[in-house]
């Protein structure tokens, strides 16, 4: 097997936005006929790879290499030509159109067949071939998900693609659907395609895949054959092992007090109308930091809305600081005593087109100072405003310039500022660092922590594990809408945390020598209620 | 992949970028109308001063200019209250018509003998009533059912004005003067006529820039307007901070029906006299929304926008009259209200010359990235 030269060979790959790396000296190599996973974290870059890879982006250094000769692409149409084919997690395909008019759609000439009866022919033989069974006549809105799957897989391969890059193609799919997907990649394989898989899963990359390369912060963390792997070395490389020294040295808690945020077996639907919490119940009290830890998309939006009131309850209960906040909507929860910060900094947070003053004055716009009977004092808005900003540092705003022009890190000082001088007894924070520069982190997690001195609760959401440790008392994992795990200080084991948010049992997947205990049952006088293992054991099976 | 022209958002415009730049565009389009008019064989400076003879210089013209601009700035201020809130009312012009059957109607039901103040302020009240109501058979559907509004305003329009030639031309209704042989409207009573300020101009100007102040005032100074310029931004940020969405969308709809339909009265009762279909269905509406579009949605810059187009209008008609081709006429119309128009990029946006090679450092997105958000 190692002997075997490489179909594609990407050296040293830097490609930076911002001046910031995305992926920085990537090295990366496929062999022929080989599955050959592609794991990390959200934005560790796997994006960015594959967007090179599909002629998307060009690097700014680096090489790639084809069967040992260089490329570069000018575009994905170049790509394809170099028989790179990139099926997205978000189909491409135009709903009103048949399947094999989505196929040679895009062809230039000479490469298309002559008329639509060939093109359905020359469509048909193909989905044979590879067991990528799809009519060709169907038009796109009448299939399944699975189905448009094929018909995007069936596009590449119609091009001619023999390096097909799957952008986590069972994301979207039910059970069988993924044997099926899985059949017709091993038959792919076996006809000499190499394929990429990209994934967040830890069972599907250690059942298919014959290596494995795990991105962690831009950098290749390495490549290992999966059969000489276990979920807990690859969870290691991709959540990393240096956290757990550091954490220690976070001052703990002040007094542990009352409830102020209590959920319990609260489910809630998603946009696509299927469950996207399932059954979650914790508690938050007064001085405790309870971070969620999780792969984004594994039902913590949905979670955080809910407890916002912007996503009805569907069942269970919710209260915030005594009060029950089930459905009493988005200004109930926030008058119970709830300060939200939300995921999206600009559009939900703040009005992206409207100055400062505005936004700082959207929660209590209707209420005195700033208004009486309906009509507003622009001078309390522009008193208030200036307080909020001195008191936050909140800096680069002119008078009447609209929020959006202004840096992210000072947008969510803004947000904390009018969120954290309301009077109020939990905060919901979510994904409060991401994209902030170091500094501006710093400062955003410092004014959290000092929710937990000044003896609020609070319930932070984050993709970035390193922070969730870092700040926590308590750690809850999600995945697939479930707490699956939960860990208090005492009994918290990273290496358990990585596996769980990958949809690994701990328990069964042990890495030689270290043994790993989730301590659930034993800390009675935490606030935690379910999260058993067993849930844990459901998710995965 | 780099271009030589750089484009940044300004944020805030100074007064003097705000009316400096609609001035020099209006001077360009002069300039390039001037070449266009000596290429038909016109001289220019005639054309250019037959049309501000005829729109803006003397109190005829003047009056002349205004009266014309009256419904306009109604129907201005109806789409830029719903557009103030990214509600696409395109119901203006059907809106407009209720009005005036609405506004007709209690200027033909109520004694004559009553004091012009009270039937005037009937008329007003009622017809904007009924142009609320007509506004919220769409508004209804949009805030319960998320049903698009264009699609439905629009479609209204439709109603509205077969509903009104029913009045008139398909029945022998309350409306429709059973004396007249060529089918039309009843006359209004003298009290139910808007009085004359001077010659065709009537209050109704007055009531329209009263207007405009007044949804000025609420829209910057209330705690509803608020709310509207919030939901016209980001209604997922108005929801987050708990505003409601539903209660706005039909407050916002029924007030953008409303003004359009005043608009109707003050045509019905000012202009027309009585209802008349062929005098009343003259897009009045429709230009609106372009007026709501080039003042940005401010009431307080409708009122220009209003007059600047209505004077337009106006020099037109008597720039055939010199001879010049109505082509021509058209074509020089268009030619200032499109670059007065364009000249709000330059508002919005500072242009220059790029001084720094790399597109990406520059804060430009790179193209290409919309495209890769499919993969995470």
Known sequence: ?541 | MTSAIQVTPRGYAGPGVRFGVPFLALVFALVVGAVILRIAGNDPAEAYRTMFDSSLNGWTSITRTLALATPLILTGLAAAVAFQMRVYNIGGEGQLYIGAIAGSWVGLLLPESMSAVVMLSAMIAVGAVAGAAWALLAAIPKAFFNADEIITTLMLNFVALSLMNYLIFGSLSFWRDPKRTVPGGKRLPDSAIMPSLSGRLHIGIIIAVVAAMLLWWLLRRTSWGFQVRTIGDSPRAARYSGMSVRLKTLTVLGMSGALAAIAGVSEVSGVTKGLEPRALATDIGFTGIIIAVVARNNPLGVVPVSVFLAAIATSGSRLQSIGIEVEVVYLLQGLIFLTVTAGEFFVSNRVGLRAERRAEADGGIPPSAELARGVS
């Open chain 1, 1 to 541: 097997m190692t002997t075997e030269p490489s179909r594609l060979e990407v050296r040293s790959l830097t490609k930076s936005f911002y001046g910031v790396p995305a992926i920085d000296s990537v090295d990366f190599d496929l062999r022929g006929g080989e599955i050959h996973g592609l794991l990390g974290e959200n934005g560790a870059g796997k994006s960015t790879l594959c967007s090179v890879l599909s002629g998307l982006y060009r690097p700014d250094t680096g090489t790639v290499s084809i069967d040992g000769s260089p490329v570069q692409f000018r575009s994905p149409h170049d790509a394809a030509q170099h028989g790179i084919g990139m099926v997205y997690q978000h189909f491409r395909l135009v709903d009103s159109f048949t399947v094999a008019q989505n196929i040679v759609l895009g062809l230039r000439r000479g490469t298309r067949p002559k008329s639509i009866r060939q093109a359905e022919s020359m469509v048909g033989d193909l989905a044979d071939e590879y067991g990528l069974h799809v009519d060709p006549t169907a038009r796109i809105w009448q299939l399944s998900v699975g189905e448009q799957q094929r018909v995007e897989i069936l596009k590449q391969l119609f091009r001619g693609a023999q390096i097909l890059i799957l952008d986590e193609p069972t994301a979207v799919l039910a059970p069988q659907e993924t044997d099926r997907l899985f059949e017709a990649v091993s038959t792919m394989v076996g006809k000499g395609h190499s394929v990429v898989l990209v994934s967040h899963k830890m069972a599907e990359t250690m059942q298919y895949t014959d290596r494995l390369t795990v991105l962690q912060r831009g950098r290749n963390a390495g490549t290992a054959d999966t059969a000489n792997s276990t979920p807990a070395d690859v969870a290691k490389m991709m959540f990393g092992d240096s956290r757990a020294a550091d954490r220690r040295e976070v001052t703990t808690a002040a007094d542990v007090g009352e409830t102020v945020l209590s959920l319990s077996d609260v489910c809630v639907t998603g946009d696509s109308g299927l469950a996207a919490v399932t059954d979650a119940s914790f508690e938050v009290r007064r001085g405790q930091v309870v971070g969620v830890a999780g792969v984004a998309g594994n039902g913590q939006r949905e979670l955080q809305e809910a407890i916002a009131g912007l996503r009805p309850i569907a069942s269970g209960s919710l209260e915030v600081a005594g009060t029950d906040c089930t459905k009493t909507g988005p200004k109930g929860s926030a008058k119970a005593g709830l300060a939200f910060v939300p995921e999206d900094r600009l559009g939900v947070g703040l009005a992206p087109g409207l100055p400062l003053e505005h936004n700082m004055a959207l929660k209590n716009h209707d209420r005195s100072p700033h208004s009486r009977f309906g009509v507003l004092s622009s001078s309390a808005i522009a008193k208030t405003t200036k307080r909020l900003v001195e008191a936050f540092d909140v800096r680069g705003n002119r008078r009447g310039m609209r929020v959006s022009l202004m840096s992210g890190g000072n947008l969510q000082k803004a947000i904390l500022a009018r969120e954290l001088t309301e009077g109020h007894d939990v905060l919901l924070a979510a994904a409060p660092t991401r994209g902030l520069d170091m500094a501006a982190a710093e400062a955003v997690r410092a004014h959290i922590v000092d929710e937990r001195a000044a003896g609020r609760g609070v319930l932070v959401f984050s993709e970035d594990l390193d922070e969730i440790i870092h700040m926590s008392d308590v750690v809850l994992v999600m995945f697939k809408g479930q707490i699956v795990g939960s860990f208090t200080r005492e009994s918290l084991d990273v290496d358990a945390v990585g596996l769980l948010m990958t949809g690994s049992d701990p328990t069964v997947v042990s890495p030689s020598g270290s043994s790993i205990e989730i301590d659930l049952t034993e800390a009675p006088d935490e606030t935690l209620d379910v999260a058993t293992i067993s849930t844990a054991e459901e998710a995965t099976a």
